[in-house]
Antibody
Framework: QVQLVQSGAEVKKPGASVKVSCKVSGKSLTVLAIHWVRQAPGKGPDWVGGLDPDDGETLYAQKFQGRVTLTADTATGTAHMELTRLRSEDSGVYYC??????????????????WGQGTLVTVSS | QSVLTQPPSASGTPGQRITISCSGSISNIGSNYVYWYRQLPGTAPKLLIYMNTQRPSGVPDRFSGSKSGTSASLAISGLRSDDEADYYCSVRDDSLSSNFLFGGGTKVTVL
């Protein structure tokens, strides 16, 4: 059974950066795709991007392109999401999730089956 | 406003069958698999249906998914009080570099 444990809540000022980590256990990162999803208060999920730790391929949502970087350390089983130039609209809960399907265009996702507990990021001056 | 359109709410009585629709376009639902998630307040979403109709291990057969053209549906039969949650459809979109999209969500209430 795959388990994901995320880092703790963060409070940041506008313009700053935040880096959230996601420790995966129960399966090697090399056989999973890692996705990040943001959920603003009272809103639905918003896909941020995905990473295939095996080959480093990344896919970013257009609205976050240029501000988000996804990385993973397969040795420690930890994935990271860094979001820069934060603004108030970036406040929300950030989740990591795993997919045993493929990531790239044309690949077949098998859905985001395992999720982390979420990390609350608050952007406020 | 989401590219995927879901009704904001749905309701039913215990034991009843309800369906939740998800409407998209040729570049998303019309070309790719649909996924469904359930989310209880304060918790992470949970995968209910993948690849249009498949249930992950542990998801009861009360939940079923279907797709036709540019629309998809999630059916919940034998409605229970603990089915009260928010339900989201999700799909990749070929016109958005295969980005994943989520619908706006449907709040299910058990009367």
């Amino acid at each position: 059974q795959v388990q994901l444990v995320q880092s703790g809540a963060e409070v940041k000022k506008p313009g700053a950066s935040v880096k959230v980590s996601c420790k995966v256990s129960g399966k090697s990162l090399t056989v999973l795709a890692i996705h990040w999803v943001r959920q603003a208060p009272g809103k639905g999920p918003d896909w941020v991007g995905g990473l295939d730790p095996d080959d480093g391929e990344t896919l970013y949502a257009q609205k976050f392109q240029g501000r988000v970087t996804l990385t993973a350390d397969t040795a420690t089983g930890t994935a990271h999401m860094e979001l820069t130039r934060l603004r108030s609209e970036d406040s929300g809960v950030y989740y990591c999730a795993t997919d045993i399907g493929g990531l790239g265009a044309g690949a077949t996702s098998l859905g985001f089956e395992s999720w982390g507990q979420g990390t609350l990021v608050t952007v406020s001056s | 406003q989401s590219v995927l359109t879901q009704p904001p709410s749905a309701s039913g009585t215990p034991g009843q069958r309800i369906t939740i629709s998800c409407s998209g376009s040729i570049s998303n639902i019309g070309s790719n698999y649909v996924y469904w998630y359930r989310q209880l307040p304060g918790t992470a979403p949970k995968l209910l249906i993948y690849m249009n109709t498949q249930r992950p291990s542990g998801v009861p057969d009360r939940f079923s998914g279907s797709k036709s053209g540019t629309s998809a549906s999630l059916a919940i039969s034998g409605l229970r009080s603990d089915d009260e949650a928010d339900y989201y459809c999700s799909v990749r979109d070929d016109s958005l570099s295969s980005n994943f999209l989520f619908g706006g969500g449907t709040k299910v209430t058990v009367l």
